[in-house]
């Protein structure tokens, strides 16, 4: 059955980016990248990936313009953009409208959601998201983009540890239920 995965870094105050859209808090961290939480590990679970236009444009602007993944692509955007592959596909919508063929598209394998944090927070309100992993790094920014947008209830299933990052993996139970009355 196909997951829909969450697995992305943040900062230990909780964001994705900065203020100004950059990862280079990220990239300067040191990592193995074989070992635990390592995205090469990750792909061979993945049948489709599924991110906003800032982090597809993030992305195509690091790789030179090329798209680096093998796998159907699903860009989620209210604006015009330039599929770079014949395997990116330009959405517009609710996640909900997109799920048969997403899964379609995923075959046996699991929806990597790669970001943001608010197309996420949409997917898990559309009660599409299964699981959260995330490499929290050990940086503060202050402020930027939010790593998720929703309030969720998780479980903690697994936690390890790559140079500095600690590397969580959680089930999402459901919506975070709110305070009982007169609590």
């Known amino acids: ?24 808090w990220l990239l300067s961290q040191p990592i193995d990248e074989d070992g635990p939480g390592s995205i090469g590990a990750f792909m061979p679970s993945v ?12 992305v195509l602007d690091a790789e030179g313009g090329a798209w680096p993944y093998d796998v159907p692509t699903f860009v989620f955007t209210h604006r015009d953009l330039r599929a770079a ?47 959260v992993t995330v490499a929290f790094a050990p940086v503060t920014l202050g ?25 969580a993996t959680y089930d999402v139970v459901g919506p975070l239920a709110p305070p009982a009355a007169g609590a």
């Open 85 to 131: 592959g014949d395997d990116v596909r330009i959405v517009s919508g609710d996640p909900a409208d997109h799920r048969a063929a997403i899964e379609r598209a995923a075959g046996a394998k699991d929806v990597w959601l790669m970001g943001g944090g608010d197309l996420v927070g949409q997917f898990a309100r559309a009660g599409m998201l299964d699981r």
């Open 1 to 24: 059955m196909t997951a829909y995965v969450y697995n992305t870094a943040s900062s230990l105050d909780g964001f994705l980016a900065d203020e100004a859209d950059s990862l280079h």
């Open 47 to 58: 049948g489709v990936l599924v991110l906003g236009s800032t982090t597809y444009e993030w």
């Open 143 to 167: 402020a930027g983009r939010p790593f998720l947008g929703a309030a969720l209830d998780l479980d903690l299933v697994s936690l390890e540890r790559n140079h500095g990052f600690v590397m």
